[in-house]
């Protein structure tokens, strides 16, 4: 068999009614498209999602689940994902169909239309967002004082689809919460970062495991150190150096 050429990183907590639904959609969207594999990560989920996914995974062959044995977050479920990957590029999406799986070929047609010779992170951002009024008012706040102290270039950080390397992804810095900062830390070692709109969709089971407390108040000091690592830059970034070591390397053989 060929390589996979996409792995698509899938975070889960407590999703029973939303599993299959999401790996039949998501398998719809890339069959006969690219060889591509999903990886689901069960964040310790203390519902029914692994007896789920047990029952269904046998007739989803390109599907598997890792398990975490307590729950994490999110940040620690999609590190996870990408280390258990395939794919050289990453796909990362929410697990409760908010997203939709129809817009992962998208962005694949927007990185092959990127110049060749720079690495990109094509961040999903939900134009019309399917959410009630206090989720949307949360994340307005906290996406406006993330991007003024940030200066990331992304009106979304918090919308979970993209694309992006996995060795680039492999670069950054690991800690807690991390996955809200995605555009800030892939800029800083040199990756472009290009948005683009995407579908949203109102969730139907289950319920959000965010709102005002674990957007803003928690993530005050997280933007403070991610602002703290952005002024501490090298004058070459990591991207930079790992392509200059790799020529090297080559040279020498």
């Known amino acids: 068999m060929s390589p996979v050429q996409l792995s698509v990183v899938v975070p889960v907590f407590n999703e029973q009614d939303n599993i299959k639904a999401l790996c039949e959609q998501i398998c719809k969207a890339l069959e006969n498209q690219f060889n591509f594999e999903v990886v689901v990560v069960n964040d310790g989920s203390t519902d029914n999602t692994r007896s789920v996914f047990d029952m269904i995974g046998p007739s989803f062959e390109r599907v598997r689940m890792v398990h975490h044995p307590v729950n994490l977050g999110q940040s620690s479920a999609l590190c996870t994902g990408v280390l258990a990957a395939s794919g050289a590029l990453i796909i990362t999406i929410d697990g409760d169909l908010q997203n939709d799986p129809d817009d992962i070929p998208k962005l694949m047609r927007i990185l092959a239309d990127q110049p060749t010779g720079t690495h990109y992170l094509i961040a999903g951002n939900r134009t019309e967002r399917k959410d009630t009024w206090f989720k949307r008012f949360s994340s307005k706040i906290a996406n406006a004082i993330r991007s003024r102290l940030l200066h990331d270039h992304c009106p ?3 919308c979970s689809l993209k694309l992006f390397r996995r060795d680039d992804f492999l670069l950054l810095p690991q800690f ?13 070692i040199g990756v472009q970062i290009v948005n683009a709109p995407v579908n949203h969709r109102p969730r139907v089971a289950g319920v959000s495991k965010y709102g005002l407390g674990n957007r803003l108040w928690v993530g005050i000091m997280d933007i403070l150190g991610v602002r703290w690592l952005n002024k501490r830059t090298t004058g070459i970034s990591a991207v930079q150096l790992k392509a200059v070591l790799e020529d090297h390397s080559g040279s020498e053989q």
Request: net charge positive; aromatic share 12%; no cysteine.
């Open 156 to 158: 979304d950080t918090g």
């Open 176 to 188: 807690n919460h991390m996955h809200r900062y995605l555009p800030a830390l892939f800029a800083r």
